[in-house]
């Protein structure tokens, strides 16, 4: 894989630009390529990267205490015990934490806006109202993305005090459009009755379905794109405790699970390069989560970890994780009631509640995709707006 990447490199054309393009800097540091200072951020998506959308819109299905204990102090719509991907995304570009488009109190548009949404998936899910999943899925957060735009010039134009919290007109052309998305399609699939197979053979149309509104958000203007792809969902408790049966690998990670996140990994990353073509205008980044997502559970000890595959908060059984009590739920025992909180060391775990990652870990794979070594092509988070 790596060799593969390497040797990919040298014979890439643009990877010489950039090695001349370096050479050229350090002997005269004025002809230094401007960073790309996105001035906003717009991000779709689902828990992995919801900051409150769907605590907004669904305040009874809402990340509870102890949620956000480790940084907000309060749950902050997030689900984990603190800042998200997307957080520390937001802040290395001097933003403040993005406000969810769906919470109509306290929003600060300026620098961008989160369409993301817990539970949401890429394709539309029949019958959401009596399953996990969110009702806003990727085409309904493109649409309301849509909405948004005009809607902001509108309020611009009316000035006063509703105008200072909107993003500025240009900051649609420069803006960074970042996504994580697909995890619940798979596991939709999953818990839904589908065999592995069934859900891997639906992965492409998943994947058309996306790419078909990344180009709707292109037709509106979006020029830099920075695309996650999905983790390692065999190695979630809520997979590994759900499927006590499943082969495991050397790292403890359920394997068929993965391999079918890696096959959707794939068709994305295949589907992105052809994109490329069909939208010249556009950067568009395939950010690998998946790899430094693994190396928690493969090499825990490295980052300060132990239990990968515990959650943190979560109730009972091997990987403390139950179905019947979620993360701040309370459970009956014995007569007695139980109050799921939060394990002693949430900086030393990587995974929160079952599904969704600490705080500590997020920032390690912040850490890692933000360096360009895990992006196709391979170039750093400050660099996204430039063309390949
Ligand atoms: C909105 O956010 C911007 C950027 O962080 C800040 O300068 C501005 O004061 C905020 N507006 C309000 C009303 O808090
Ligand atoms: C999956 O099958 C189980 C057992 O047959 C059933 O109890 C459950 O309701 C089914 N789930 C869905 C989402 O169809
Ligand atoms: C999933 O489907 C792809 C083709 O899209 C195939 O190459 C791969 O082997 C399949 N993987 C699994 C785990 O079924
Ligand atoms: C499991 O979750 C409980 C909260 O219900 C927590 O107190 C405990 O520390 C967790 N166990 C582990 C091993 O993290």
Redo the contacts with the bound molecule.
Sequence with gaps: MEFAILTKLFHNPLVSLVLWSIAATSLNPAMATKRCDFPAIFNFGASNADTGGLAASFPFAGPKPPNGETFFHRPAGRFCDGRLIIDFLANSFGHNYLSPYLDSMGSNFSHGANFASAGATIRLQQGFGQ?RFSPFNFGYQYSQFERFKPTTQFIRDQGGVFATLMPREEYFDEALYTFDIGQNDLTAGI???MTLQQVNVSTPDIISTFTSNIKNIYNLGARSFWIHNTGPIGCLPTILANFASAELDEYGCAKAYNEVAQSFNQNLKEALAQLRKELPLAAITYVDIYTPKYSLFSNPKKYGFELPHVACCGYGGKYNFSNSVGCGGTIKVNGKDIFVGSCERPSARVIWDGTHYTEAANKVVFDQISSGAFTDPPIPLNRACDRY
């Design positions: 399953s818990f839904g009755n």
